[in-house]
């Protein structure tokens, strides 16, 4: 019966990486981003494809940035940063642990590490750097704290999920069995799903990005983007509105980050409608919701090394 359903799994997910493989290039999507979905749905099949044409896939032309606007959209968009970047690592570390033959408590260990690690310091800080003008230590602080909340709870989902079904199968902690595979992308999912409330406080709280618009090539003042970049505008002060980065498109960014000075902050053809400015939660707030996130995946952890 698994093995079925792996077979099957399998042959959409290689369906659905072309088509996303092929198609995002279309979308004015940030670079970044669409690297995100092209890894996301490498490991979660249709279900990234899926996210893909329902949060990101531009409609119609000249649509993207009012069509991303909407806040379950950011958060998509920022959940599946996270997920892609994070779940990268922690895939790598989970078959580095694998191999390493360890025990389950050093196997969190590696796969935390590995996967905040590379989640924090590539996909985040130095993929976003522009964001800090460009300067990677900046962008080092600005995510620090969003990619620590988001990647707590990330891990509650994976671990749950994983460790229990792994121990389950026989031989499903081997790499080089698909049983391995399959377990690991489901457990991407939920994870993915766990992170995704978390993100929602991150996003519109103004302390973590969510979907843009790059586009290449002048705008008209009568273009859709001009438009939605007029009306997100109005009334507030764009730090790097009219930023310009020549040979690389131009970036519409409906994000902020704790510590930044950019809220919600655009770049060349640019906006969300409807933005507003957000005012960021105080220190003891963030203190508060980081705590919860901590005080999870220690919950997750005690739970999976005491039944798993």
């Avoid at 694998?98 to 590379?118: H, K, N, P, Q, R």
């Avoid at 990330?154 to 377990?183: E, H, R, T, Y």
């Avoid at 766990?194 to 969510?210: C, D, E, S």
């Avoid at 790097?240 to 902020?256: F, I, K, L, R």
Wanted: net charge negative; charged share 10%; with cysteine.
């Amino acid at each position: 019966m698994l093995d079925g359903v792996m077979l099957l799994w399998f042959i959409l997910t290689a369906a659905s990486l072309i088509f996303v493989s092929v198609d995002i290039w279309r979308t004015p999507e940030a670079t970044v981003l669409k690297w995100g979905f092209i890894i996301l749905t490498a490991f979660a099949g249709p279900l990234g494809a899926f996210f893909y044409v329902l949060g990101c896939r531009e409609p119609l032309p000249g649509t993207h940035e009012q069509y991303v606007s909407a806040t379950w959209r950011q958060v998509l968009g920022s959940t599946m940063h996270c997920a892609a970047g994070d779940g990268l690592g922690i895939l790598a570390g989970a078959v580095l642990a694998s191999l390493l033959d360890t025990s389950m408590a050093v196997d969190i260990a590696i796969e935390y590490v590995f996967g905040f690690g590379f989640g924090w310091a590539f996909f985040q800080a130095f993929a976003m750097r522009d964001m800090a003008g460009g300067n990677y230590i900046k962008s080092l602080k600005m995510t620090f704290i969003p990619e620590l909340f988001s990647m707590n709870l990330l891990m509650v989902g994976m671990l749950l999920l994983s460790k229990f079904w792994m121990s389950a199968v026989d031989g499903a902690g081997n790499p080089a069995v698909p049983a391995f595979w399959f377990i690991m992308s489901m457990s991407l999912v939920a994870g993915f799903l766990f992170a995704y409330p978390m993100n929602w406080w991150l996003v519109t709280r103004g302390l973590k990005h969510g979907m843009m618009t790059v586009r290449q090539g002048p705008l008209t003042k009568d273009s859709p983007a001009m438009s939605s970049m007029a009306a997100s505008s109005e009334g507030m002060e764009m730090p790097s509105m009219h930023e310009q980065h020549q040979g690389h498109g131009h970036a519409s960014m409906g994000e902020s980050h704790a510590g930044s000075d950019m809220s919600h902050a655009s770049s060349g053809h640019a906006g969300h409608a409807g933005a507003e400015v957000v005012a960021q939660p105080s220190p003891s707030k963030i203190f508060a919701v980081g705590s919860l996130s901590v005080l999870l995946f220690a919950v997750a952890v005690a739970i999976v090394l005491t039944l798993a």
